[in-house]
């Protein structure tokens, strides 16, 4: 397990328990869920 704080460019509509994927040249390096959200 990993924590990682994240600050976004752009702001988008997301919520605690939202699943993501972080992808770089088309392949996915990470995957993870929401577990905060800090404002």
């Known amino acids: ?3 990682l ?3 976004l ?3 988008i509509a997301m919520e605690e ?3 993501f994927a972080i992808r770089e ?3 996915t390096v ?3 869920r929401i ?3 800090l404002e």
Do not use: F, M
């Open 1 to 3: 397990n990993t924590e």
């Open 5 to 7: 704080q994240v600050e």
């Open 9 to 11: 460019i752009t702001p």
């Open 17 to 19: 328990g939202l699943r």
């Open 25 to 27: 040249g088309g392949r």
């Open 30 to 32: 990470a995957s993870g």
């Open 35 to 37: 577990t905060k959200i």
